[in-house]
């Protein structure tokens, strides 16, 4: 089948290494670097999997920036743009979906486009309404940073919603199986569980799962907050909690709070489809990391406070070790430590910052170094949301709640 794909993000970029073991693969990008490093066969994304096939494994991608050529040939155009919270109109800001779509129907409208891209609950109804001579799937991705080809490689599920308010609705089913096989013929596992619904309710599995997991990072948060203010061992509650087998010892570990592309924007837009509807704990996950991040920067100046009243430091620098939020990714939105780095900012105590990934020198006005050595000589305390090794060797100036050296 010859295949689309827009946007080269974790998503689109994994999706397309993925297909191109069968498929011939056009992959769309506005950006011309990420374009040529593809077509040397280098990942413009940090993730193992997806560099490993780029460089050693025979793929029919084709990178691309001329995404009109590249649909007007495909049988089937997945759309995998990024779709950033709005906080002032309280909803995934879908117009790059929207921008593919009339390029889409402008040049080759008997296409099937799955829309891979994170939308709220309603959206490809809406699509549907627009643009009827349309024909929308949507496709729900999860996958991790750092680890996206590996997710898609190794499925939890797969799951294909079809828009019931569309006239091609029957064709579509059909279409939504020859997607989801698509997906089982490029995965290494065997007999993925395969579930097709209405497009709705694909959507508000994407939400629902996300909000899931970021309850559940809320939650060790707390008892991790718990024990910190009470002089308790996190890790052996943690523990003790976890071998009840209805709880288990997975996705534990805790953190400064969630954070990256999906949790927060995901459970920032479920909160706005739910505003009309009685519902409690998917506002209370949302507070509750505010609250996380509040209780971690305290704990902080309290530490710098204390090397300052000690005499150990007249000046104490404070350094962050990495914006990113996932131990194996290069990708720093939305971290939660930026959200400490605010906080920590508004108490009038500056950081050193550590980011090999910025290129720039200055992170919200806080100096960014790529020298590890001269960072850890110049820091008295550092403040690390993911332990790594690198920091071995000057562990008793660590702070992070990073129990289990995990993400």
């Known amino acids: 089948m010859s295949i689309a794909i827009a946007g080269t993000g974790y998503v689109g970029l994994s999706l397309a290494v993925l297909l191109a073991q069968h498929n011939e693969v056009s992959v769309v990008d506005v950006v011309p670097e990420k374009i040529e490093m593809l077509k040397s066969g280098k990942s413009p994304i940090a993730d193992e999997e997806i560099e490993d096939y780029l460089a050693h494994r025979q793929l029919r991608l084709i990178p691309t920036l001329d995404a009109r050529k590249a649909y007007a040939d495909a049988e089937m155009v997945i759309i995998a743009t990024p779709t950033d919270y709005d906080p002032d109109k309280l909803f995934f800001d879908t117009s790059h979906v929207e921008e593919v779509v009339d ?103 994407k939400l629902f799962a996300n909000t899931y997991l970021a ?25 003790g909690v976890g071998l009840d087998p209805r709880i288990g010892s997975h996705y534990n570990n805790p953190s400064f709070g969630y954070g990256g592309y999906c949790l927060p924007k995901d459970t920032k837009q479920l909160l706005a489809n739910s505003r009309s509807i009685p519902q409690d704990i998917i506002g209370a996950i949302v507070e509750a990391n505010r609250t996380r991040k509040d209780f971690i920067a305290d704990e902080i100046s309290l530490r710098v406070n204390e090397l300052m009243h000690s005499g150990a430091a007249s000046r104490p620098v404070m350094g962050v070790y990495r914006l990113t939020m996932k131990s194996e990714s290069d990708n720093f939105r939305s971290s939660s430590v930026q959200g400490i780095l605010r906080r920590l900012s508004e108490k009038g105590i500056p950081a050193l910052v550590y980011e090999p990934a910025l290129a720039s020198g200055e992170f919200f006005g806080n100096e960014v170094i790529r020298d590890l050595a001269s960072f850890k000589e110049r820091c008295d305390i550092i403040v690390a949301n993911r332990w790594s090794d690198d920091l071995a060797d000057v562990a008793d100036k660590v702070y992070t709640r990073d129990l289990f050296k995990r993400d």
């Open 103 to 205: 390029l889409v129907l402008e040049s080759n409208p008997e296409a099937v486009m799955v829309i891979k891209s994170t939308v709220p609950v309603g959206c490809i109804r809406g699509l549907t309404e627009r643009y009827p001579e349309g024909r929308f799937l949507f496709s729900p991705e999860f996958l991790r940073e750092g680890r996206a080809l590996y997710d898609n490689l190794h499925p939890s599920r797969i799951i294909v919603g079809v828009p019931s308010e569309s006239p091609f609705s029957s064709e579509l089913r059909v279409q939504a199986r020859r997607f989801a096989a698509l997906l089982e013929e490029a995965a290494l596992d065997e007999a993925t569980p395969v579930l097709i619904m209405r497009a709705t309710e694909a959507e508000a599995v």
């Open 215 to 239: 309850l559940r990072v809320s939650y060790f948060n707390e008892l991790d907050t718990y024990a910190a203010a009470n002089g308790l061992d996190a890790s052996r509650i943690i523990e």
